[in-house]
């Protein structure tokens, strides 16, 4: 693809998104996110790549694979997910790779 087409992806996310955890998801993958009245803004000046989140949709505008950088972002969002709740029940979290180089998490519960 010529470097100077740019991709746009549009996913719609169920209303029960959180815009906090959303944004922790961007910015552990890089993202600087600004919080707007209508949603979010962001930024990755390492690939160029922005975006927005308004009324659950999120779009991606880039001239690198927009539909892998949804899937990361849901990948990040789903970590920031499972350690909230992890912190609400009160667990510890150890992120691992496994055998076939995907993330896991290990819990530990205190009793």
Do not use: H
Not at 66 to 73: A, L
Request: proline residues 2%.
């Amino acid at each position: 693809m010529p470097c100077d087409t740019i991709q746009t992806s549009r996913v719609a996310w169920k209303d029960t998104t959180d815009p906090k955890l959303l944004k922790g998801a961007l910015e552990s993958l890089g993202y600087t996110v600004t919080e707007t009245a209508t949603g979010l803004t962001f930024y990755n000046r390492d690939t160029g790549a922005e975006g927005t989140y308004r009324k659950t949709i999120l779009t991606i505008r880039s001239s690198y694979g927009v539909d892998e950088s949804q899937e990361q972002v849901k990948r990040a969002y789903s970590e920031q997910v499972v350690q909230v709740a992890a912190r609400s029940y009160g667990w510890t979290l150890r992120k691992q790779t496994n055998s076939a180089g995907n993330t896991q998490y290990a819990v530990a519960r205190r009793y």
